[in-house]
Structure formats: C-alpha cells, structure tokens
C-alpha cells in the first residue's frame, strides 16, 4: 500500500519557523517530481512548491518565494518543507502529493499529481 505521511506541523508564532516532512512507503519516488500544496479553511487548495524527480529545479508559489524551501532526500523516501518567516496567512493545512508522470519537472496542479497524503496542520498566531 503506498503511503504519504506528513508530519512536522503545529502551531507558531509570526515570524517563526516549521519544517514539514514528507515520508513515503510502499513505493519509491526517487523518479517522480513532489508537490506541497496547503488548504486553508474556506478556500481552495493552492499549490506552495514542487521540486524535479532530481531535485535540481524547484518552484514556488509567489507568496512563499524567498521563505519556504522544498529539498528531498531519495535514500529516506522523504521529502521536506522548510518554513521560514511564517505569517498567519500561511495557516492552512499541508499536503504533499507524488507527481503521476515520472522524471518530470514539477507542476502546480493537483490534477498531475497521483498519490496524497492526509496532511498537516499548520496554524501560525499574530
């Protein structure tokens, strides 16, 4: 059964700092880009940032650009989200989510992506 689970979530204050972890089981994706994506309540899911099958190119959205950084590490099927900077418009909750195609860039749509994970809480207080 493949699995995605995030952890690493909680509650922080403004300007504060989280590191989300995204293990993956039951597969390996050492061939497939990964995604982070966050719902905030009462709005629709938005793509935060993917990183290449490679993990030489990666992409943000514009409002985490400069404080989030995506990195993987293929020999632990892991792959992180680094949150710096946090603003309470950053609470939502985290997903992280497995490309379908393999050796791709990335995308920002979560219909290209195959496998989710249930996600994490992040809740950042003024």
């Known amino acids: 059964q493949v699995q995605l689970v995030e952890s690493g979530g909680g509650l922080v204050q403004a300007g504060g700092s989280l590191r989300l972890s995204c293990a993956a089981s039951?597969?390996?994706?050492?061939?497939?880009?990964m995604g982070w994506f966050r719902q905030a309540p009462g709005k629709e899911r938005e793509f935060v940032a993917v990183?290449?099958?490679?993990?030489?190119?990666?992409y943000y959205a514009d409002s985490v650009k400069g404080r989030f950084t995506i990195s993987r590490d293929d020999p632990k099927n892991t792959v992180y989200l680094q949150m710096n900077s946090l603003k309470p418009e950053d609470t939502a909750v985290y997903y992280c989510?497995?490309?379908?195609?393999?050796?791709?860039?990335?995308?920002?749509?979560?219909?290209?992506?195959?496998?989710w994970g249930q996600g994490t809480q992040v809740t950042v207080s003024s």
């Open positions: 989510a497995a490309d379908r195609a393999p050796y791709g860039l990335g995308s920002h749509r979560g219909t290209d992506y195959e496998y």
């Open positions: 039951g597969r390996t994706f050492n061939r497939n880009a």
């Open positions: 990183i290449s099958w490679s993990g030489g190119t990666t």
